[in-house]
């Protein structure tokens, strides 16, 4: 019975690995260009290169806005498997860590990892439902100030930063008049 119990979890793992496939290597593949971006942004701004470190940092934007972007719809598309829970999740969550790490020493890797964040949370939940989460949430997203106007005009997370924005101000001023 041990051994009928055994190859099941084996199996039911290989299966779940098999489904797993395509989004492991994307999200590897992700994560090792998020390293290279913040190897790249750390080099630029010791070298004092603000144009470049700011490029940088628009691809580190990018990067761990797609790292967070596959693993919900992993989460998602897993939400109901107990063997994602307890075998393929806490490998996300441990790049989940490593990236903590590579951001942890910098401010503005610090603050830009918390607008991605409510940007990701927004796009997943829609706008923040009370006013001291509407007040965090435009905080957070004013990082956008940091980016040349070339990434808030040209790339998919400059627009997301836009509208967004634009919906937190206009709830703001609906709310209580200009």
């Given at each position: ?5 055994s ?7 290989l ?8 989004y492991?290597?994307a ?12 190897q ?19 691809e ?6 797609t ?44 603050q830009?990892?918390?607008m991605?964040?409510v940007?990701?949370?927004?796009e ?15 905080e957070?997203?004013?990082f956008?100030?940091y ?8 790339t998919?997370?400059?627009g997301?930063l ?6 937190m101000?206009?709830?703001?001023s ?5």
């Open positions: 019975m041990k051994i009928a119990i190859i099941i979890f084996i199996l039911s793992s299966v779940l690995y098999a489904q797993q496939d395509g492991i290597d999200f590897s593949l992700t994560y090792s260009k998020l390293q290279e971006a913040s790249e942004y750390e080099n630029y701004s010791a070298d004092n290169k603000i144009d470049k470190s700011c490029e940088a940092l628009a580190i934007t990018h990067q761990y806005r790292l967070l972007k596959i693993y919900d719809e992993v989460a998602f598309k897993f939400r109901h498997d107990a063997s994602f829970d307890t075998l393929v999740q806490p490998i996300y969550l441990a790049v989940f860590e490593e990236v903590e790490a590579l951001f942890v020493s910098d401010t503005l890797l610090v830009m990892q918390a991605v964040q940007m990701v949370d927004t997943r939940e829609g706008f923040p439902k009370n006013d001291d989460e509407v007040k965090q949430a435009i957070a997203l004013y956008q100030d980016y040349h106007s070339d990434f808030l005009n040209n998919l997370e400059g997301i836009r509208k967004q924005l634009q919906g101000r206009t709830y703001i609906r709310k209580y008049g200009d």
